[in-house]
């Protein structure tokens, strides 16, 4: 698997080709290792990019113009090659997909998606790009799902470590039943303070979906309630997972333009929740920063 780097005086910056993948940040000056390894005891990826859906289809299954298509969780593009198509500076570099003979089988629209890395002293932005380059509208989803050490030091134990929101309210969220979809809404998680300690049961039943909470800001806590990691974005839901039951080190903070169908859901792709959609031409940006704590 071919590997592309950015690189400044602060951080070293690893992409897989396969996916367009960010597989790895590393503090050049503490030596830490920020993103998850992907080692397969516990998890095989690092941070894919989830497209042209986000999370689990009713039935394995997505209706268009009354045609159904079937998509494993997350869809195809984590599991594709990109072409790199423009580097500069060894702090910028652009990915791209096109659709193709395989991907209008499980999808069918025509689209080019774009991925873009941007390193700036302790950020990292990322950058989505779908263009529509059919001619009828184009339905989808797109979200990210990086995964970050936690613990990061291996003298303390995830349990240790706090979530951190730009908001000192309690925060609603969904989860989901075995099926992957959607099936428990009004959950609450008590924010004192905008500090939430990590507990060990916090993902026994899969991901924590919240919905229009008006957060733009997740941080990963030391400890001592220092930030060491914090997601920026500007998204209409994000998700927090780290997998049930294997003690697993390190935390997924995941914005997202998109979810898994609720368990009662029955319809078009254009009746999904939070579906995405640009006429022919058109094209959709967004992008979310990951910063590193100094």
Known sequence: MQKFYLENMYLRITINQQGAELSRILSKENGHEYLWNADERYWK?????????????KNGKVTVDGQDYYMSQHGFARDVEFQMVKQSDGKRIIFRLESDEDTLV???????????????????????????????EMHFQIGGHPAFMCPLDKKYKQTDYFLNFDTDKDLKYSLLNENGLVASED?????????????????????????G??????????????????????????????PAGKNAPFVCIEPWFGRADKADFEGDISERDFDQKIAPNETFSAEYTIEIGN
């Open 213 to 242: 909470q008006g957060v733009n800001k997740v941080s990963l806590c030391t400890p001592d309630g220092m930030d060491y990691i914090s997601v920026i974005f500007d998204a209409p839901l994000f998700g927090l997972w780290s």
């Open 45 to 57: 990826r690092s941070a894919p990019v989830l497209f042209p859906i986000v999370g689990s289809l």
């Open 187 to 211: 959950n609450i998680l008590k924010n004192d303070g905008s500090m939430v300690k990590i507990d060990e049961h916090m993902f026994d039943k899969d991901a924590l979906i919240f919905e």
């Open 106 to 136: 499980r999808y069918p629209y025509k689209f080019a998606l774009e991925i873009e890395y941007r390193l700036d002293g302790y950020k990292l932005t990322t950058i989505w790009r779908v263009t529509n380059k059919d001619d009828k």
